[in-house]
């Protein structure tokens, strides 16, 4: 299967400060990524598809100027979260398919905290 | 709105004891139901992916079935190491391809 990085896989940062967070395919262009945010023994919640050389599409309730995406390659996209809070913190998520297609391959994930 | 509701939410088997996950899902389209792995502290591994109704697919002690409502994934003889939380997720025929709508889970515990 297709290899996606995420980097790093944990951070801890002081409320207040940005964070930002990579997610990388590593043999393969996407053009399309997403970002799942996931609560302790609770399932991925879609935040944001991230397309290549244009704005992030955001889901419901997700706060774009909080958590903002840029995807600046076909191998690259990244998640800042801006002005962090403790109820920021949690596990993030990044995915992304091959040549379009419906197979997602997920990062290894960042434990964000907030202190 | 799409929904995927796995049952049970946690399962502890004791090795070499067979058992079936859950997922019912109700979906505008079906583009796919994708069955995924994940261990604690890690990312989702893709186990399996379904596109219609009747299909089945097989990898070591795992296999995953697909009707129209609902989506079953056996494990035959379960081991230790098989311990993980087992994800179901379906994407709509209608939105972007990749993007997933998962379900909570399911818990599995293989005691030796």
């Known amino acids: 299967g297709a290899v996606v990085s995420q980097h790093p896989s944990r951070v801890i940062c002081k409320s207040g400060t940005s964070v930002k967070i990579e997610c990388r395919s590593l043999?393969?262009?996407?053009?399309?990524m997403f970002w799942y945010r996931q609560f302790p023994k609770k399932s991925l919640m879609l935040m944001a598809t991230s397309n290549e050389g244009s704005k992030a599409t955001y889901e419901q309730g997700v706060e774009k100027d909080k958590f903002l995406i840029n995807h600046a390659s076909l191998t690259l996209s990244t998640l800042t979260v801006t002005s962090a809070h403790p109820e920021d913190s949690s596990f993030y998520i990044c995915?992304?398919?091959?040549?379009?297609?419906?197979?997602?391959?997920f990062g290894q994930g960042t434990r964000l905290t907030v202190v | 709105e799409d929904q995927v509701t796995q049952s049970p939410e946690a399962l502890r088997l004791q090795e070499g004891e067979s058992s079936s996950l859950n997922c019912s899902y109700t979906?505008?389209?079906?583009?796919?139901l994708f069955w995924y792995r994940q261990d604690p502290g890690k990312g989702p591994e893709f186990l399996f992916t379904?596109?219609?109704a009747g299909e089945e697919k097989e990898k070591e002690r795992l296999k995953a079935t697909l009707t129209k409502k609902e989506s079953f994934l056996h494990i035959t003889a379960p081991k230790p190491e098989d311990s993980a939380t087992y994800l179901c997720a379906v994407q709509a025929s209608n939105t972007n391809a990749g993007k997933s709508t998962f379900g909570d889970g399911t818990t599995l515990t293989v005691k030796p």
């Open positions: 995915s992304a398919t091959l040549r379009g297609g419906a197979e997602a391959f």
């Open positions: 979906v505008s389209g079906l583009r796919g």
């Open positions: 379904l596109y219609s």
């Open positions: 043999d393969f262009q996407a053009t399309t």
